[in-house]
Structures are given as C-alpha cells and as structure tokens.
C-alpha cells in the first residue's frame, strides 16, 4: 500500500517526457508487475484480434487460403448492403425493446429487495440472479417453445382466452419482441444487483429523514434514490448499449443464421457471424464488426450526454 | 523486495506457461493417454488425433483401432458447437488442426484449399479403393479436375418418401409402398395426391408437405447439377433450379403446406400430432422422425421419392497436411470405412453405407418396428444406387441460403414469389462478386 502511495506521489511530480515515464516504469517495476498480467491476457486475445480484425477488413480471405487486399471495397459494399442496415435497425428495435422494461423492472426490484421490512432477502437475491447464470442455449430452446407459431404455450393461452394466435417467428414486429423478452428475463436480475449494491451505499438517514418528514414510499424512490442512483444508472445503461449492440444468441438460436422471415430477427452480430463463419467471408465479416463499432461508439455518446445533462 | 520480484516474476512466468500450453498441447502429450511405458524411448509408438461430431462414427469401432494398429495411439476428440468453424481456424493456424478429421457434406468448401489436405490419390485411393464405393458419393470429395481427392466417403443420405400409411388410407390414396411409387411417380402426381389428401381429411386439418423449403431441398437434390457448373460458374439461374422453385411455390399457392420450419420444436409437435402426412427425406431422417413423434409409432412407411431419387447430407474422412504421420492415417480410415465397418455402423448407429457390397448382406435388410415393420433400407438401397452425381462447389451455400431465405418469405409473409426470385438472384449474384 504504502508502495503505491509513494508510487502515485512521484509520478505526479515527474511526468511529462516519455523518456522520464519509461524511467518511472522502471523505478516502480515491482507494481507494474502486479498488473501486468490483465495487460499480457488483454494484448493477446483483445488487442491483438481488435488490430488483425482491423487489418482483415481490408482484405478478401475465405479463412484458410491466400488474403487479396481489396483496399476499401468490403466498407464501399457495406454502405450498399441493404441487410446490414437492416440488421442495425433490428438491433436498434430489439434494444429499445429490451432495455427500457429490462432496467425499469431491475429497479423497482433492487428498490424492494432493499426495503427494510423484506424477509428472506438472500432467497430472492439468488433467484433474480439464476437466469444470467442459466445456459442461454437453453433458455432459447424453452422460448422457443413458448413462442412457437402453431404449438407453442402463448398461444395456446391466447386462444384457450378466445384470442387470435400471434405468428410470433413470423411477423416483423412479434419477432423482435420475442427476442427481446428473453433478453428482459436473462439480464433484470443482473442490473438488480448492480442497483442493490448502489442502493446500499446511500445512506440511510435519509430515508430516515425523509419517513419523518412524511414522505411516501414513491416520493422517497423518486426525490432520494433516482437522484443519488444516477452514477450507476449511467453504468447500466452504457453497459446494457454495449450488450444490446451485440445481441447474438438469442435470434441465432430462435430463427437461426439467416436471421428468420425476412431477416427480421438479424442483429448485426448475428450479420457478422453469418458472412465470416457460414460463408466464409473474413474480411467483410471484419467490416462488419468495424461498422459495429462506429455504432456502438455513436451509441454510447449520444446515452452519455442523455444521462449526463440533468447534473451539469 | 527482491522475494517480491521474484514471486511476480514466477507468477508472470506461470501465466504466459499457461497461455502457451493451450496451444502447444497437442504437441507436448504425445503417446500420454497410452499409458506409461511408450513414452520417451525410440518413439516407436504414433499418436494420430481425430476429430468428429457426435453420432457421426460408432464409438466402439474408434476404440477398436489401438488393437488392430499396435504401433498406433489414437486420440478420438468428438468436437462440440460449430466443427467447420474450430476446423477452418486450426488449418488457417498451421498448427493444433488433427491427422484425421471427420468432413460433412460441405467438404467442397474446402476445394480451393485442397493443399490443406492430403491427397490420397497419392496414396492409390483410385486403384485400390474406388471399385468399393458409390461413384457419386466418390467423386463430392474429387476436385473438379479429377486429380485430388481431399477425403474417403463415410455415411450417405439417400432419400426417400416418407408418408403416414394411416392417413393415406383414410384418403383414400394408395397405402403399399410399391402402390405409392407407381401412383405418385412426379411431383405433378404428388400435388394431386396432396389436394385429394387435404380435402379428404378436412376437418383434421391434415397437410400434405411439412414446408416448401423442404420441396425445393428435394426438387433440386434429384438434378444431376445444382448451383454451380464444375468450373465454378453460377448456373442457379437456369431451367433445372426455376423448375425445383416453381414445384415449392405451387405448393404454397394450393395451401398443401404446413409453413412449420424444420429443425424446430414446432416440427416435432406436428409430426407428432400428425398434422403432416408426408415429406421426402434423407435416411437419417429415420431417428430425427422416430425422436420427435413417438405417438406415432407403427403409422410411418416410405416409399421412393416422387420425382426422383436424391441424396442429402452424408459426411466423409480426411487427413490434413499438418499430419506427421498421413500414411499411418490412410491405413486407420481406410480400415474404418471399410465395407464390413460400414455394415456395422449401420446396424450400430444408423448410418446408412457408401459401400454398395454390403447392401446384399442380410443384416441391412431389417424390419423396423416403428415403420410398421417394413423393410425399408430395401428402398433406401435403390435410392442410393440411383443418386445423380450433382457437383455441390464451394460456394454452394451462398446459392441455397438466398433461394431458402426468399423461400420462407414467400410461405411465411406471403412475399410474390416472382419478385422473391428476382430478389434472391439479385442477392447471389451480389455476393458472389465478393
């Protein structure tokens, strides 16, 4: 501990040249050490792939054979390539879908699992959880059977109701709402957890405060919690930005590769795998995956700046 | 301090040993699982790995090959989630890929890179083994230019109709399956067996075809040529393939089609309700059918398939060139797919043989139970003995995913089937310039 201080101390004081950093490095070699480890795992299956994917959509390759550089041709067939804009309108569809119910729902839970008067609370903490640790390809089996077009069990509660079936797999709307309820169920409980963990560091005098000041259990959620909750919501919207983008499983294991009727349930993830893996198309799969990132980097800002604004 | 830098420095050196033996493995447990002594010492015992998929050869035969080859260890790894994928990365790698592996029916894909692979030509595949098996099944793993072979045939997939007797009967349509393929010899006389079929049973809301994706499946597995011309050339545009598509949009357009996808849940349940009366499949089609509808056991017979004979699926052996040992390798799948093993595999686990010899053994003729006891690989044999060789190519599945897409935007979002066809060369045509 004291290492680090003194550590901190002298790099403050010293920076500026690159040649006096490598000499901090030097000086402090025994933490760089310590962390090292995350840096040699991160160079060798994140950045590494992260740069030969960059490299590779240059390039035309069928995975095995000789690459043929093709300069910006796979970026000028992307922007052309109707289905890739689909995919990005199916994944922006299925993400405001899925998020909004997802962290609606993931707070009211924390805030309940936080109450005072909650019996068995560790019970439902485990319970919330179990889904994000359930294996997702058998999560989608099970949805798949719910959501099944003539057999399945909605339906057959929606016509035992008198109700007309709904073509679930079929149509462009129900399609990405299926999708998107198995992503509500997989990743509620999991946000519920990161809020329970940001619930427990407000302090409790202020609810104390707020109780002897008369204020109801609604009022108390929206003047005490929200407000001081906002970090973490920033964090599980940026976070759940990030994962939505990369919807993969779950529409690959409902509808399959081609991303079902009309590619109505293609996400670009699902896009990418699809051109690189079934078909062989390495490079473009990498332009693929860099237009992925240009989107998910838009995304984030634009939910950083919504986030941000109310406190600046 | 220097206790300190010392212990980081042996962590850092654990970490990256680690990282290195995920990928060095292989090489380091040579002759591990054999058992003690043959390690180490002249090395006069070869370990050969081999990767295949669940069900795709029998477990027992795998174990035999350490007893019929002493000098040979071999490691059996059955590889889970997406084969092609892990198979493609390791040879694109230039190490950790097996001696032998086992290739499905996209082993075309691996055509332009044929030099991944040994030839076994060189090792007089042609001279001492072609006469043995089926010359259709032969030749999809033949490039083109008839000089390289990339891997020997494993198992088949002759096609055949499958149709509910029970249900037939009701409707009055031939029930004997030698009755069924004199009746329903063409698709024309299909669909009429069809529309009879479904106005018969009306109030069963019975359908006469499971999807029209399958019709076209089959419709263009019955051709002598698909997608592609042996040079490579896209030739999906032309009479043969229109042809396999109008027979699926007509089913549509008479409402002969139950719309429910294959490989689903949803498929399961209406063969097992018995909402479907008929479809053409493969033989392996026989476990999928006896798995998703026990309820009804003893109702199913097959007969040759209207339109013609066809083949679906089926897998093959090859040795890849990072092999030390491709001679050993040869011997080991020439021994597994011998004619005799592929008569027992076939008993074992239902995988229907490229060997034409042992079809007069009398094991391959049996009655099965949940067929009403009919002997049907009696009728899985013709088909086999009749398959066009059709050359699939390796971008054959560019073709068939954008026909299949279109396909089931047609069935399920009533999509005009002209513009579909336009749409779906359009699509091919497109990607194809990639």
């Not at chain 2, 390289?148 to 029930?175: S, V």
Request: proline share 4%; hydrophobic share 45%; glycine share 8%.
């Amino acid at each position: 501990m004291s290492n680090l201080e003194l550590a901190t101390g002298r790099g403050r004081k010293q920076t500026g040249k690159y040649g006096s950093l490598w000499r901090e490095i030097y000086r402090n070699k025994v933490i760089y050490l310590f962390i090292s480890p995350f840096y040699i795992l991160f160079a060798i299956f994140g950045l590494f792939p992260i740069l030969f994917s960059f490299y590779l959509a240059f390039q035309k390759w069928d995975g095995i054979g000789e690459m043929q550089f093709v300069g910006l041709d796979q970026f000028r067939y992307l922007i052309t390539d109707t289905v890739f804009w689909k995919a990005i309108w199916n994944t922006l569809e299925i993400w405001i879908y899925s998020t909004i119910p997802m962290l609606f729902f993931a707070l009211v839970i924390a805030f309940l699992l936080n109450s005072a008067f909650l019996r068995y609370r560790n019970l439902y903490r485990i319970a919330y959880f179990l889904p994000n640790v359930t294996s997702i390809v058998a999560v989608a089996i099970i949805f798949g059977t719910l959501f099944g077009n003539t057999y399945g069990f909605l339906n057959f509660i929606l016509t035992s109701f008198g109700l007309e079936p709904i073509e679930w797999l079929n149509s462009r709307f129900w399609l990405k709402i299926a999708i998107a309820s198995m992503i509500v169920w997989r990743w509620t409980g999991y946000n519920a957890i990161i809020y329970l963990a940001g619930l427990q560091s407000i302090p409790t005098v202020l609810y104390e405060a707020a109780r002897i000041d008369g204020a109801s259990t609604v009022q108390t959620f929206f003047r005490i919690t929200i407000p001081l909750l906002r970090p973490v919501i920033l964090f599980t919207v940026i976070t759940s930005t990030i994962g939505g983008m990369q919807i993969f499983t779950e529409p690959q294991i409902l509808v399959g590769n081609g991303g079902g009727p009309n590619a109505e349930g293609m996400t670009i993830v699902l896009y990418l795998y699809q051109q690189a893996f079934t078909k062989n198309l390495f490079g473009y799969g990498s332009a693929v995956a860099w237009g992925l990132f240009v989107v998910i980097a838009v995304f984030s800002f634009i939910n950083w700046k919504i986030v941000q604004r109310p406190e600046s | 301090m220097t206790r300190k830098i010392f212990f980081s420095w042996a962590l850092i050196f654990c970490l990256l040993v680690t990282v290195v033996g995920c990928g060095g493995q292989q090489a380091a447990d040579t002759g591990g699982s054999g058992g003690g002594g043959d390690a180490g010492s002249g090395g006069e015992k070869i370990t050969l790995t081999l990767w295949y998929w669940n069900r795709s050869i029998d477990d027992n035969l795998l174990k035999e090959v350490n007893k019929q080859f002493p000098n040979i260890n071999l490691k059996a790894e059955k590889i889970g989630g997406d084969f092609k994928a892990k198979l493609t990365t390791s040879l694109a790698a230039g190490s950790g890929a097996p001696d032998i592996v086992g290739l499905n029916d996209w082993v075309a894909e691996f055509f332009p890179n044929k030099d991944q692979f040994v030839n076994l030509f060189e090792y007089g595949a042609d001279k001492e083994l072609k006469s043995q098996y089926l010359e259709w099944k032969w030749n999809q793993a033949v490039t083109p230019d008839g000089n390289y072979m990339i891997a020997l045939p494993m198992d088949t997939g002759p096609t055949a109709l499958f149709y509910r007797e029970d249900l037939f009967r009701e409707a009055g349509l031939p029930t004997e399956p030698e009755e069924v393929s004199a009746q329903i010899k063409t698709w024309e006389d299909y669909f009429e067996a069809g529309q009879k079929l479904q106005s018969a049973l009306a109030d069963k809301k019975v359908f006469m075809f499971d999807n029209i994706n399958t019709v076209f499946t089959q419709a263009t597995h019955q051709n002598d040529k698909i997608y592609f011309d042996n040079s490579d050339n896209f030739i999906g545009d032309q009479e043969h393939i229109k042809q396999a598509w109008d027979r699926a949009v007509k089913v549509h357009q008479l409402g002969l089609s139950a719309k429910i996808g294959g490989w689903t849940p949803e498929w399961n349940a209406a063969m097992n309700n018995g909402k479907v009366a008929s479809f053409i499949g493969a033989v392996w089609m026989k476990q999928i059918l006896m798995e998703a509808a026990p309820d009804t056991k003893g109702k199913w017979r097959i007969a040759r398939a209207p339109g013609g004979d066809g083949n679906n699926g089926g897998s093959f052996i090859g040795i890849t060139k990072q092999s030390k040992h491709p001679k050993e390798a040869y011997e080991v799948i020439k021994w597994l797919m011998s004619p005799e093993h592929q008569l027992n595999s076939l008993v074992t686990m239902n995988l229907f043989p490229s060997t034409p010899s042992v079809f007069s053994d009398s094991k391959v003729v049996q009655a099965e139970e949940f067929f009403g006891n009919q002997k049907m690989n009696e009728i899985f044999m013709k088909s086999a003995e009749n398959v066009k060789p059709a050359y699939r190519g390796p971008k054959f599945s560019i073709a068939n995913s954008a026909f299949q897409d279109e396909l089931t935007n047609i069935e399920k979002q009533n999509k005009d089937p002209e513009k579909a066809w336009n749409d779906a060369l359009n699509k091919i045509k497109k990607e194809l310039t990639r």
